[in-house]
């Protein structure tokens, strides 16, 4: 079974709708990411969180918003989604003990705003 | 601010080749170093990575090294495969503040028989 697993995998909206991503992860870990992937620009952070009551803007968290309903639990909100937010979006694990730490992935959301 | 620059591809090379993909980064501190690969369909996975000067990182015939002084981490292997046809990101975490993870853009690398 898939450690970080994303909901949906694929999503095809129109502008103006909310929409949500949903990412729950089985590896007890404390922090968690969302990304958006564009091609050419690598990976774009949104938000992170560090633990339930700790939730922080990305890079580009501007037309988004996150609710960390649990440890396991991170999901992502578009409140009116715009055809600029097509794009494939990532969830992410890491551990918060020590540094150093890689993240783990889920395996993405293809989003398409009409 | 920290940011990492690999080179562009696609790369496309035939099986048994040996691959280079350059990766260079701007950091503050003493950032560690990665290499994602992520295959088609799918999310990223940690490839290898060091987390100090000189180190090197090694998984399933992939190489890299820390190099400091030329603020490098290129990605080599000796011999490729057609299943190492994927996306590879280079990245580093730099321990201060949030710890955050910057990326660099991705280098598509095809393998053909």
């Known amino acids: 079974d898939a450690d970080v697993t994303q909901t949906p995998r694929n999503r095809i909206t129109k502008t103006g709708k909310r929409i949500m991503l949903e990412c729950s992860q089985t590896k007890g870990h404390d922090r968690m990411y969302w990304y958006r992937q564009d091609p050419g620009l690598g990976l774009q952070l949104i938000y992170y969180s560090f633990d339930v009551k700790d939730i922080n803007k990305g890079e580009i968290s501007d037309g988004y918003s996150v609710s960390r309903q649990a440890q396991a639990k991170f999901s992502l909100s578009l409140e009116s989604a715009i055809p600029n937010q097509t794009a494939l979006y990532f969830c992410?694990?890491?551990?918060?003990?020590?540094?150093?730490?890689?993240?783990?992935f889920g395996p993405g959301t293809r989003l398409t705003v009409l | 601010g920290d940011s990492v620059t690999q080179m562009e591809g696609p790369v496309t090379l035939s099986e048994e080749a040996f691959l280079n993909i350059n990766c260079t980064y701007t950091?503050?501190?003493?950032?560690?170093l990665f290499w994602y690969v992520q295959y088609p369909g799918e999310g990223l996975q940690l490839l290898l990575k060091?987390?100090?000067?000189?180190d090197k990182g090694s998984n399933k015939g992939f190489e890299a090294t820390y190099r400091k002084e030329t603020t490098s981490f290129h990605l080599e292997k000796g011999s490729v495969q057609v299943s190492d046809s994927a996306v590879y990101f280079c990245?580093?975490?730099?321990?201060?503040?949030?710890?955050?993870?910057?990326f660099g853009t991705g280098t598509k690398l095809q393998v053909i028989p």
């Open positions: 990245a580093l975490l730099n321990s201060g503040g949030y710890q955050k993870v910057t």
């Open positions: 060091a987390t100090k000067a000189d």
């Open positions: 992410a694990t890491s551990h918060g003990q020590g540094s150093y730490n890689e993240q783990f």
């Open positions: 950091a503050t501190g003493y950032p560690s």
